[in-house]
Each structure stands twice: as C-alpha cells, then as structure tokens.
C-alpha cells in the first residue's frame, strides 16, 4: 500500500519519535497557554506570564511522553515488520496494543490490558480510517485509460454524401 511508503525502519523510529515530540510540545504549549491563562492572578500582565510559566513547565513534559510512545511504538512497529516480513495495518494495531501495555506496566496487570486495548481500538481506528479515506480517494479517481467513442467523421460537401443518390 502506498501509505506504508515509508523510510527504512532504523531511522522512522527515529524520525517517528522526533514527530511525535514536535506534536506533543505543540499541542502542549496551546494547551498549557490557555491553562495558564485561565489559572493566573487577575490582570492582563498576570495571564500573560502565568501562560509563558506554564509553557516552560509544562509543554516539554508533554513534548517527552509523546516522543516515548512515539519510539516505543516505532521500534515495535519494526520489530513486527521483521519478525512478519510484510507491512500492513495489523502491525500498526499489534503495536498500539504492545506500547499501551508496556507504558501501562508499572501500574499492574489490570492497568497493561485497558491501556493494550485503548491502544489496539485507537490504532484500528486510526488505520481503518486511512484505508477508508484511500479507498475513497481512488474511486473518485479510476485508473486507466479513459476513452470517448470516437465522433462519425464529417462530410467534406455540404450537401451531405452524392453517392447515396447514385
């Protein structure tokens, strides 16, 4: 499939890590800005450096979680790519579901099966939802050579065709 045209799986981990750390910092700071915000003393200069405080303290924290999931889930990813020898969504879900687990494994058992299978959900509707935008995407656009019907040829007099009345 064309989505899964990707970089070799050595450097994705690390390119899948750096991008989930940008997303998390970024959504962070929006975030933590209208926390921050909302969360500081009255007056206008008050909010303004309670959202900046907030974005420093906060926003890389969050930048962090995100780059772990990102580069755990990446590197289980490529694992499952070895071990299967093919790439497809079920490697993607299985990882979802192995990442949840994992980051869920100091909290217990009971914690590692809720976060496998809110990762497994997550992941399967991420993936269902690329194939289904695919698969609408290409019926909009059919492949192949599309011809029209060639048109009649035209008479060269504009009286039509002299032989019909011979």
């Not at 933590?32 to 009255?42: D, E, H, I, W």
């Amino acid at each position: 499939m064309e989505e899964y045209a990707r970089e070799p799986c050595p450097w994705r981990i690390v390119d899948d890590c750096g991008g989930a750390f940008t997303m998390g910092a970024i959504g962070g700071g929006i975030f933590q800005t209208v926390k921050g915000f909302r969360n500081a003393p009255s007056g206008m200069n008050h909010r303004i450096k309670g959202s900046l405080t907030a974005i420093r303290t906060r926003a890389p924290q969050l930048g962090g979680s995100f780059a772990v999931w990102g580069g755990l889930f990446s590197m289980i990813d490529c694992g499952l790519v070895k071990v299967r020898g093919k790439e497809d969504p079920w490697n993607s879900i299985t990882s979802g579901a192995m990442t949840g687990a994992i980051l869920a494994a100091r909290n217990g058992p009971l914690a590692m099966v809720g976060s496998a299978a809110m990762g497994g959900i997550l992941l399967a509707l991420i993936e269902g939802a690329g194939i289904l935008l695919t698969r609408f995407a290409s019926a909009q656009f059919p492949t192949g050579p599309q011809f029209a019907e060639e048109p009649a040829p035209m008479h060269t007099s504009t009286f039509g065709d002299y032989r019909q009345y011979q």
